[in-house]
C-alpha cells in the first residue's frame, strides 16, 4: 500500500474515496455530490468483502461507510478491520452513514473515531456542506494526525502547539486542543494533562475536556477530589459511556477487581460491540467467581464477533468451557439444562469444524469434564488417562481448561504443575496479563485450599446436615463460596446451618455475626417468589432461635 503524501488531502482531483453502502441510492447521492466538487476518482461497494478487496489494491484518502452493511458483515466490523490492517488511519477521513441513532449504536461509532456521522436519507446539499468542513478539519491536522498515526505524540505535540499560535486557525483550534490532551495522556504525563485540562474549563464545556480532565486524576490516584464531577458526567448521555469506560480501568488498576467488574458491565450496556471490553468483562467475571456472568460474556463474545476479525471456532469453545464451570458452580437439578444446551454446543463445534484434529485435545478435556459433572467419574478418568497430553501447549485457556478437569478428578499435583507452567506464559504488562496473571494466582491458591467443585462441596454439606453434623457442614459450604460466592441457593444453606447451629446452642458470637451478614445480604438482593417467601421463613425461624437465648 503506497504512503499517503502530505499535500494530497489539499488537491481534491488526487482524492480516491470510497463509498460501502448497500443502498444503490447512497452510491448516487454521494457521487453526484463529490463530483460536483471536483473529485474524480470515487468507487463503491455493496458489501464489506469488496470493499475491503478494493483497499488491497489502492489506497483511499476517505472512506464513508454504512453501519448496516447486511449483506455479510456490519459497518463496525469492517472498519475496525479496515484500521487493523492500516487501510484506515488517522490520516484518513472516516465517516459513517446509519439511519439508526440510539445509543448504544452511537457509542459503538465513537468508539471507531469516525470524522462525522451522517444519518440517512441523505441531502446532496448538507452533503456538501458537510464534507467540506471535514475535509478542511483533516487538512489543517493531516501533520498532526500523522505524528500520531506513528505514534510519535512528542511530535504531534509540537505541531499542535504550533498550530494554536496561528489566529487563522482559531477555528480548528478546540480540535487541536483535544489532541494535545490525548498525546499529553498517551505520553502518561498526567500532571501536564491535569493542568492543560484545568485550563481548558475556561473555554470550552465540551464533554471531551471533563473526561479527559477525570482521566488525568485518575490516572494520579485521586478519585476523591473529582467524585461529584463523575456523578455528573454517568448522568448525562453524552459522557455515560466514557465515564463507566474510565472507571473501569481506574478499578482494574487499582486491583479493585469488583468495583471494576461492576463499571464495566455498565459500560458494555452502553456500547456492546467492542470484543476487548467484552474480553475483559469476561476475565473480571473470572476473578470475581461470577460463573453466570462468565457465561454470557463467552456468549457475547462469540455474537459480536462473528463475521469479524475476531471470529474463531475458540470463541465457541469458550462457551462450551464457561458453560461447564457454570453447570460445576450450580448446586441443584437446574445445571441438567446447561448440560443439555452444552451438549448441543459440542455438536455444533464438531459440524463446524474443518479439521476435528486440531481440537483433538480440547474436546477430549471437555468431554472428561462433562463426564465428571455428571458423576461419570470413571469415564472421565479413562478419558485423560488414555488420551490427555500433560503437557502445556501455547494458549493458556487450553492449558487453564487441563487444570479444571485434573482438579476435579483429584490429580491436584499435576494441576499445580500446570498452573506454574501457565503462569509462565503470561507476559507484558497490559491491563489484561495483570488481570489474568491475577486469576492464576487465585486459581493457583484455590486448587491448593479447596479440593472439589462448588457442586460436590454443596452436596457434602447436605449430606453432614442431614447426619447433623453441623460444623463440618458449614465448612463444606464455606467453601462452595469461596468458589461461588453470592450464590442465593448456597446463601441459603449457609443461612439454615447457622440457625441449626443456633437452635443446637453450639453458635459462637462470629456465627451470629456471619449470620446477619447473609441475612443482610439476602435481605438486598432483589428475591422474588419462591426465594423470598424462603427467606422469610428462614428469617422468622433466626429470629426464634434468638428468643430462646
Known amino acids: 500500500m503506497e504512503e499517503v503524501d502530505k499535500n494530497t488531502l489539499a488537491q481534491l482531483d488526487q482524492l480516491n474515496v470510497l ?48 453501519f448496516n452493511v447486511k449483506s455479510d458483515k456490519d459497518g463496525f466490523h469492517l472498519l475496525e478491520e479496515l484500521k487493523f490492517k492500516g487501510h484506515v488511519t488517522k490520516t484518513t477521513v472516516l465517516i459513517f452513514l446509519s439511519t439508526e441513532t440510539n445509543e448504544s449504536l452511537v457509542n459503538s461509532i465513537i468508539e471507531l473515531q469516525p470524522d462525522d456521522f451522517w444519518t440517512k436519507p441523505l441531502a446532496i446539499k448538507k452533503v456538501r456542506s458537510r464534507f467540506i468542513a471535514i475535509l478542511k478539519v483533516k487538512q489543517v491536522l493531516f501533520n498532526i494526525n500523522n505524528a500520531i498515526d506513528k505514534k510519535s505524540y512528542a511530535k504531534a505535540l509540537y505541531f499542535a502547539e504550533r498550530h494554536l499560535k496561528n489566529e487563522k486557525l482559531a477555528f480548528y483550534h478546540p480540535n487541536i486542543n483535544r489532541i494535545i490532551g490525548e498525546s499529553y495522556l498517551a505520553l502518561r504525563e498526567f500532571v501536564e494533562a491535569e493542568k492543560f485540562y484545568f485550563q481548558l474549563f475556561k473555554q470550552y464545556k465540551y464533554s471531551w475536556v471533563y473526561l479527559g480532565y477525570a482521566k488525568a486524576l485518575l490516572k494520579q490516584g485521586r ?13 448525562k448521555p453524552e459522557t455515560r459511556f466514557g ?18 467488574y461492576e463499571e464495566i458491565k455498565k459500560a458494555m450496556a452502553l456500547a456492546p460491540r467492542n470484543i476487548e471490553r467484552n474480553k ?18 463467552t456468549k457475547n463474545i462469540a455474537q459480536q464477533a462473528k463475521n469479524s476479525i475476531h471470529d474463531s471456532p475458540e470463541l465457541l469453545l469458550n462457551i462450551i468451557r464457561s458453560s461447564i464451570d457454570l453447570a460445576c458452580a450450580t ?21 463446524d469444524l474443518h479439521d476435528a484434529n486440531l481440537f483433538k485435545q480440547q474436546l477430549i478435556v471437555v468431554k472428561a469434564r462433562l463426564h465428571n459433572v455428571r458423576n461419570e467419574r470413571d469415564k472421565a478418568t479413562k478419558l485423560v488417562e488414555n488420551h490427555m497430553s500433560l503437557q502445556p501447549t501455547n494458549v493458556v485457556e487450553d492449558n487453564l481448561d487441563r487444570v479444571k478437569v485434573l482438579h476435579e478428578l483429584g490429580m491436584r499435583e499435576d ?66 463460596l469461596t468458589l461461588s460466592p453470592n450464590n442465593t441457593k448456597l446463601l441459603f444453606s449457609e443461612l439454615k446451618i447457622l440457625i441449626k447451629i443456633k437452635q443446637e446452642e453450639q453458635g459462637t458470637s ?36 434468638k428468643e430462646q437465648d
Open 19 to 66: 463509498i460501502i453502502d448497500d443502498n444503490l441510492l447512497v452510491h448516487s447521492i454521494l457521487k453526484e455530490s463529490l463530483f460536483a466538487l471536483g473529485i474524480k476518482e470515487v468507487r463503491c461497494a455493496q458489501n464489506a468483502y469488496y470493499g475491503l478487496r478494493l483497499c488491497d489494491e489502492m489506497h483511499f484518502h476517505i472512506v464513508i461507510c454504512a
Open 223 to 235: 478519585l476523591e477530589e473529582i467524585s461529584d464531577m463523575l456523578k455528573t458526567l454517568i448522568d
Open 243 to 260: 465515564a463507566h469506560d474510565m472507571m473501569a480501568q481506574y478499578f482494574i488498576e487499582q486491583e479493585d477487581y469488583e468495583q471494576a
Open 280 to 297: 475483559k468483562s469476561w476475565d473480571l467475571a473470572r476473578l470475581t467467581h461470577d460463573h453466570k456472568g462468565q457465561y454470557v460474556a
Open 331 to 351: 448446586p441443584d437439578e437446574s445445571a441438567n439444562d446447561l448440560l443439555q444446551q452444552t451438549d448441543r454446543y459440542i455438536r455444533q463445534f464438531e459440524h
Open 415 to 480: 494441576a499445580i504443575d500446570l498452573l506454574a507452567a501457565i503462569n509462565k506464559q503470561i507476559a507484558g504488562d497490559s491491563l489484561n496479563s495483570q488481570v489474568v496473571r491475577r486469576y492464576i494466582a487465585q486459581e493457583t491458591q484455590q486448587r491448593e485450599e479447596i479440593h472439589f467443585t462448588a457442586k460436590e462441596l454443596n452436596s457434602m454439606a447436605v449430606e453432614h446436615f442431614q447426619k447433623n453434623r453441623l460444623l463440618p457442614a458449614l465448612d463444606a459450604i464455606k467453601q462452595a
Open 510 to 545: 462470629e456465627h451470629e455475626e456471619a449470620t446477619e451478614k447473609i441475612i443482610a445480604e439476602l435481605d438486598t438482593a432483589n428475591l422474588e417468589g419462591k426465594s423470598r417467601a424462603t427467606f422469610e421463613d428462614l428469617l422468622l425461624k433466626w429470629q426464634k432461635a
